[in-house]
């Protein structure tokens, strides 16, 4: 049974940076996708970047490019999101979530959304 559990949400000022954290377990093989979704109130939920654990491959949604940047330690089965230059609108509950394969005619930040979700950790950036 794969299990995410995300860790280092918190708050920040405008302009400020946070790491978060994502222990995973229960993937088999080396070929999956790892990332980060976020959703905030009265929002659709977004995925903001994802990264291919063989190769590390990365993808990024245009609102976060050049600010945030995904990584992957596989000896700790950890994936991280290192978020610079935040704003208010990345206020969001961020969860890491995990996918085997994209679904047909969608991009890695498309499938995302449909893959295994963790519970989510607050962030939230004061103006």
């Known amino acids: 049974q794969v299990q995410l559990m995300e860790s280092g949400g918190g708050s920040v000022h405008y302009g400020g940076s946070m790491n978060l954290s994502c222990v995973v377990s229960?993937?088999?093989?080396?070929?999956?996708?790892l990332g980060w979704a976020r959703q905030a109130p009265g929002k659709e939920r977004e995925g903001v970047a994802t990264?291919?654990?063989?190769?590390?491959?990365?993808f990024y949604a245009d609102s976060v490019k050049g600010r945030f940047t995904v990584t992957q330690d596989t000896a700790k089965s950890t994936v991280y999101l290192h978020m610079n230059s935040l704003k208010p609108e990345d206020t969001a509950m961020y969860h890491c979530?995990?996918?085997?394969?994209?679904?047909?005619?969608?991009?890695?930040?498309?499938?995302?959304?449909?893959?295994?979700w963790g519970p989510g950790t607050q962030v939230t950036v004061s103006s």
């Open positions: 229960g993937y088999t093989g080396s070929r999956y996708y």
């Open positions: 990264i291919y654990t063989e190769g590390s491959r990365t």
């Open positions: 979530v995990g996918f085997r394969t994209r679904k047909p005619g969608t991009s890695p930040l498309e499938s995302l959304l449909f893959g295994i």
